[in-house]
């Protein structure tokens, strides 16, 4: 298989979506790869790195287009490269279909094959391909509401893990998944006061024996949600519905109880936001201000880090992406439920049902196409 290597352009998106270690087993197993020029320079990986795996370097993205049966990002294709995707062409990325309509449609007429990295699903529900990028937000949150705190940021001047004789901050983390157990887990060590919030009470026994005793797990209710937002220094939001919308969980109205020049990280914002008043930021003008709380929703958090979030996010990547070139992805769909779980838009049609039913599209079973 020619695999293509594409350079992000979403802004300020420095990741990349393969190493020259990931290209090397690539070339290994008997592939071409293209990789585009400079795609790597935002992670510190120059060209030559990938060259002396094997790789060829292509100028321009338009050629790799034209050549490569499956072509990888970090994000999901933006409208420049929408006509530049061909009919039977493998699209393996992230794609948060639910929350981009206009994404979805152009995919549907490409007629490709389109894999999201996000809804990639074990049997045990976890989500393989999201966990690292999800490690890494987390942990970027907490460190993005801790900055956001300061009054030269516009927020209200409180140090998140206070000093002795003051009291520390206070952390709202809705959602007990990877983002929320990760945001968590740095407040607390910041010294912050910090609740985590989640709707099953099993994942809730479970955190409240491995979390810091200054971590106290609540389950979440738009009672309890209202209550603390009203203490909260800092509100994050890590709510995920696999492939699906975010639900608004921080209303307009609760904004108005909340103090002023406090924070919220909508870690969420890629699947549509979990605050009423989320809009997508970019971490060159990362955060806007409504009724004097200051909103922190860049929709690609871990291209900040770009080194880190490269090696953990090929780490996870790269055994699937084998698999697909392997195999051809209908193949490896039908001996693999985890990459079939991936398949979101195939041959002009939604194969995902929570994108379908976000947009009111028709759905088709994936199992109709890879089983013909």
Known sequence: MIV??????????????MTPAGVEVMIHSGHTVLVEKNAGAGSGFADESYAKAGAKIIDAPKEIFAAADMVMHVKEPLPPEYDLIREGQIVFTYLHLAADETQTRALIKSRSVSIAYETIQKADGSLPLLTPMSEVAGRMAIQQGAKYLEMAQGGHGVLLG?????????????GGGVVGVNAAKMACGLGAKVYLLDMN??????????MPANCFTLMSS??????????????????????????????????????KGSVLVD?????????????????????????????????NMPGAV?????????????????????KGWKKAMQE?????????????KVT?????????????????????
Not at 163 to 173: E, K, M, Q, R, S
Not at 273 to 292: I, L, N, Q, R
Not at 336 to 344: L, P, Q, V
């Open 267 to 299: 870690v969420a914002i890629d699947q549509g936001g979990c605050f009423e008043t989320s809009k997508a930021t970019t971490h060159g003008k990362p955060t806007y201000v409504v009724d004097g709380v200051v909103h922190y929703c860049v929709a």
């Open 222 to 259: 738009p009672a309890t949600i209202r209550k603390l937002v009203k203490e909260a220094d800092v509100v994050v939001g890590a709510v995920l519905i696999p492939g699906a919308r975010a639900p608004r969980l921080v209303t307009r109205d609760m904004l108005g109880t909340m103090k």
């Open 352 to 372: 995902y049902q929570a994108v379908a039913e976000a947009f009111a599209l028709e759905y088709a079973p994936v199992e109709s196409l890879i089983n013909d």
């Open 162 to 174: 206070g000093v002795p004789g003051v009291d520390p901050g206070t952390v709202v983390v809705i």
């Open 306 to 326: 770009a080194k880190t979030s490269t090696l953990a996010l090929t780490n996870a990547t790269l055994p699937y992406a084998l698999q697909i070139a392997n």
């Open 336 to 348: 693999n439920e985890e990459i079939k779980r991936g398949a979101n838009v195939i041959d002009g």
């Open 4 to 17: 293509g290597i594409l350079k992000e352009i979403k802004t300020e998106e420095n990741r990349v979506c």
């Open 201 to 210: 009470l099993d994942r809730l026994r479970y955190l409240s024996d491995v």
